[in-house]
């Protein structure tokens, strides 16, 4: 059985910094892609970063490049988000995110190509 367990959201005033762990379990977690995911309320999940099995490579969503990195430690079986210089349109329950198998790079952004989710973790940015 597959477990996706994130931790680390919380209240941060604007241009704080929080960082979010996935923890997994129930398979081979190296051998697939995983992604950061938010939903804000009234809002779609909408599609943050993600990173390859191997680490070598990651994409981010344009409103968080330069300010989010999103990296895995194998090993641990843990995926994590560095989020910095946090705005309040930040504000959103955070999700990672398996699939069951490959996929294509060009659906990394996808939320329909994942079918592994953790339960998901508040991240709120006060003004």
């Known amino acids: 059985q597959v477990q996706l367990v994130e931790s680390g959201g919380g209240l941060v005033q604007a241009g704080g910094s929080l960082r979010l762990s996935c923890a997994t379990s129930g398979r081979t977690f190296s051998s697939y892609v995983m992604g950061w995911f938010r939903q804000a309320p009234g809002k779609e999940r909408e599609f943050v970063a993600s990173i390859s099995s191997s680490g070598g490579t990651t994409h981010y969503t344009d409103s968080v490049k330069g300010r989010f990195t999103i990296s895995r430690d194998n090993p641990k079986n843990t995926i994590y988000l560095q989020m910095s210089s946090l705005k309040p349109e930040d504000t959103a329950v955070y999700y990672c995110?398996?699939?069951?198998?490959?996929?294509?790079?060009?659906?990394?952004?996808?939320?329909?190509?994942?079918?592994?989710w953790g339960q998901g973790t508040q991240v709120t940015v006060s003004s």
């Open positions: 995110a398996a699939p069951s198998t490959w996929i294509a790079a060009r659906t990394y952004s996808d939320p329909r190509k994942y079918e592994y």
